[in-house]
């Protein structure tokens, strides 16, 4: 009898583990990308066949691939590329990722080329041993390309670049932050190639001077983000293009030296900015952040750390069109500033958050 009762028990654990689980885990698939890492997903497999199988069927859990900060990640890669499970990945974030060389994705180009035809996402942030070659050799395999981040790659220059914006026609998010020998002549093959560009991150790409800047501004009219952090050659006739971008919402402008209140007062046509980072921008003074004030009322975030020219005025000229708004707001170093305590800025604006952006 208890025989009977221990098989009956035993078919019933097996039936909870054949249908039930794999019922469930069907339910929550969409969620799991979102919930667990990498590893903990592979090590859900090797739980039963079943459970393998039906997460084995889910193509939303496999369509990104993270190697962050990860040791031989260019072997790694090439060896989940070659899974049929990673053939439709969208995602793949290689940010600080070691041991990725051209010849990884030369060898990803040779043999995975199918598994990338619908990569979306690509951050080869930190990767510095990648030269043009190997940016050559894994945009070619990525037609659907929309998102691309080499922030700090001395390697890459206009040449990878020519060959990003020749095989990725619908790249909306480029960040080529510290590619500090990318010049105006890579910018420009941007700017004639991604009208429809929506972010660009250009901090410390000092090569690019006024020409390029001005030919992007001209021809990229709908970025809503454009980073110019530590971009000091840039003349004040440049600056004032920036009021040709009408969607422009995000825009950092740290260590623009040469930005006067007359450049300030032309970005300020810029009515959709919500965040606006003028740190050590030394030549503006009150009139230029008070035509910010009366033009940009949706800021939610404003640094004018470091600027001396600037007084109280400019701060209550904020508060009548932005006091609810404002949640970041850095006026450190400003000593024109008197009433710049906690308390007094909370009177002015009462959402602050935030009162220090730089140290």
């Known amino acids: 009898?208890?025989?009977?009762?221990?098989?009956?028990?035993?078919?019933?654990?097996?039936?909870?583990?054949?249908?039930?689980?794999?019922?469930?885990?069907?339910?929550?698939?969409?969620?799991?990308?979102?919930?667990?890492?990498?590893?903990?997903?592979?090590?859900?497999l090797l739980v039963?066949?079943?459970l393998n199988r039906t997460l084995l069927s889910s193509q939303p859990l496999w369509q990104s691939l993270s190697f962050r900060e990860s040791n031989n990640a260019g072997n790694r890669l090439i060896a989940a590329l070659s899974l049929p499970r990673y053939r439709h990945v969208k995602k793949i974030d290689l940010e600080f990722a070691r041991d990725?060389?051209?010849?990884?994705?030369?060898?990803i180009k040779q043999k995975c080329f199918e598994s990338l035809q619908c990569l979306e996402s690509l951050n080869l942030n930190g990767c510095q041993k990648i030269s043009d070659t190997g940016i050559e050799a894994i945009t070619s395999c990525c037609p659907q390309l929309k998102n691309f981040s080499i922030y700090w790659n001395v390697r890459v220059t206009d040449t990878g670049l020519k060959q990003t914006v020749q095989n990725c026609k619908h790249i909306v998010d480029l960040n080529i932050s510290g590619c500090k020998n990318i010049s105006d002549h890579g910018l420009q093959c941007v700017a004639d190639n991604y009208p429809e560009l929506v972010s660009l991150n250009l901090t410390r790409c000092v090569k690019i001077t006024d020409d390029g800047l001005k030919q992007l501004l001209h021809k990229c009219l709908s970025l809503q983000s454009l980073n110019l952090y530590a971009l000091s050659s840039f003349t004040d006739e440049a600056y004032k293009k920036i009021c040709l971008l009408e969607h422009l919402k995000f825009l950092d402008l740290c260590g623009a030296q040469n930005l006067s209140d007359e450049g300030l007062s032309c970005i300020s046509k810029c009515k959709n900015l919500t965040s606006l980072n003028l740190t050590w921008c030394v030549?503006?003074?009150?009139?230029?952040?008070?035509?910010?004030?009366?033009?940009?009322?949706?800021?939610?975030?404003?640094?004018?750390?470091?600027?001396?020219?600037?007084?109280?005025?400019?701060?209550?000229?904020?508060?009548?069109?932005?006091?609810?708004?404002?949640?970041?707001?850095?006026?450190?170093?400003?000593?024109?500033?008197?009433r710049r305590s906690r308390e007094e800025l909370l009177q002015l604006f009462p959402n602050l958050k935030c009162f220090k952006v730089h140290s």
């Open 283 to 338: 030549r503006v003074t009150d009139k230029g952040v008070i035509s910010i004030a009366q033009n940009c009322t949706s800021l939610e975030f404003l640094s004018l750390f470091g600027i001396t020219g600037v007084t109280d005025k400019c701060l209550e000229e904020l508060s009548k069109s932005c006091s609810d708004k404002i949640t970041t707001l850095d006026v450190n170093g400003c000593i024109g500033i008197k």
């Open 1 to 44: 009898m208890e025989e009977t009762e221990r098989k009956i028990e035993e078919g019933k654990d097996e039936i909870w583990c054949r249908e039930t689980v794999p019922q469930v885990m069907k339910l929550v698939c969409s969620s799991l990308p979102l919930t667990l890492s990498q590893t903990d997903l592979i090590s859900l």
């Open 100 to 107: 990725v060389e051209d010849s990884h994705l030369i060898l």
């Open 48 to 50: 039963s066949p079943w």
